[in-house]
């Protein structure tokens, strides 16, 4: 029904930049909340930013004043401008979105996952 996929990983240096963004397509007929997660192997997948409809935003500690989240409701994207990134930062990255769909049903969706690595 909902399909998120995930662009702009990669490898970078420390400092440097990245954006990522996810593209939400299918029987859409608005999307509430989206998110950015990550996850290291092993690890519990963690928040990393949100962002409502309206454009109100919540950062996860780690990240305020280095990343900033996005969101484009006519092309149902979300974006993730990540700066002065650090090789704590390096995780393969979600996207997730409250979606309610054509037929009025809500469904969380996630995307397949990005890796981004930051070298030292």
């Known amino acids: 029904q909902v399909q998120l996929v995930e662009s702009g990983g990669g490898l970078v240096q420390a400092g440097g930049s990245l954006r990522l963004s996810c593209a939400a397509s299918g029987k859409i007929f608005l999307i509430n909340t989206m998110a950015w997660y990550r996850q290291a192997p092993g690890k519990q997948r963690d928040l990393v930013a949100t962002?409502?409809?309206?454009?109100?935003?919540h950062y996860a500690d780690t990240v305020k004043g280095r990343f900033t989240i996005s969101r484009d409701n006519a092309k149902n994207t979300v974006y993730l401008h990540m700066n002065n990134l650090k090789p704590d930062d390096t995780d393969v990255y979600y996207c997730?979105?409250?979606?309610?769909?054509?037929?009025?049903?809500?469904?969380?969706?996630w995307g397949q996952g990005t890796q981004v690595t930051v070298s030292s």
């Open positions: 997730n979105a409250d979606v309610v769909t054509s037929t009025l049903h809500k469904v969380d969706s």
């Open positions: 962002i409502t409809r309206d454009g109100d935003t």
